[in-house]
């Protein structure tokens, strides 16, 4: 008991002087403007947060969509299927996680968007009320958004009922030429896409 008790009063002693210390360079004016230009820093990120998402939910509201199908195997003959914009990126498949665990602004704006427009009885995302093109394409929602990517890159003025031409031409291509796996990596690569992403086909027979 007695080295226990010896232990606490120098850890605590130790704290005290730690403790101290902190405090006189809190009195440093290099030290004051250091802690002052952290507080306007986290008050400037939580404003940039909001923002960046309303930014984000008013180009999913005001985006002339075209929307993919993205099927996604599940257990035995199962499959979920869910929607995705080639042009913002907008995908259902974010309502099938808790809004919590989504890692990213974008993510967390989508799910928001989404939640707040398009869900009945918060089971039921209504497509009817998105504006746009619905296809009849199946497609990765990542892997769809990286080819229009390219495709407005080499065409900025391109109108949407072409892109969808283009898009299939280039997706067709991705699938029926086949290449090795370091030629998939290189193609993922100049997609900015994974290294190891590999759902290139969508197409169930």
Avoid at 14 to 39: A, C, F, N, P
Avoid at 44 to 64: A, G, I, T
Avoid at 143 to 170: C, G, M, S, W
Avoid at 187 to 195: T, Y
Wanted: hydrophobic residues 30%.
């Amino acid at each position: 008991m007695q080295n226990l008790n010896e232990k606490y009063q120098s850890v605590l002693e130790q704290r005290e002087k730690v403790l101290k210390e902190i405090q006189d360079m809190q009195q440093q004016e290099i030290i004051k403007k250091y802690l002052e230009l952290q507080k306007q820093k986290d008050n400037l990120e939580d404003e940039y947060n909001q923002l960046y998402k309303e930014v984000k939910m008013e180009e999913y509201k005001s985006c002339q969509h075209i929307l993919v199908t993205d099927t996604v195997a599940g257990s035995g003959f199962n499959y979920q299927q869910y929607f995705g914009c080639i042009k913002c990126g907008l995908t259902s498949k974010v309502l099938d996680f808790p809004r919590e665990k989504l890692n990213s602004l974008q993510l967390q704006a989508m799910y928001d968007y989404l939640y707040k427009n398009h869900f009945i009885n918060n089971t039921f995302y209504d497509l009817r009320r998105l504006t746009g093109i619905e296809t009849n394409i199946d497609c990765d929602i990542d892997l769809a958004q990286a080819i229009y990517t390219r495709i407005k890159n080499a065409h900025p003025t391109i109108d949407d009922v072409t892109a969808i031409k283009y898009f299939e031409i280039a997706l067709n291509d991705i699938r029926n030429i086949k290449v090795n796996n370091e030629r998939k990596i290189n193609r993922a690569r100049r997609l900015s896409l994974n290294d190891n992403f590999n759902r290139w086909d969508n197409r169930r027979i």
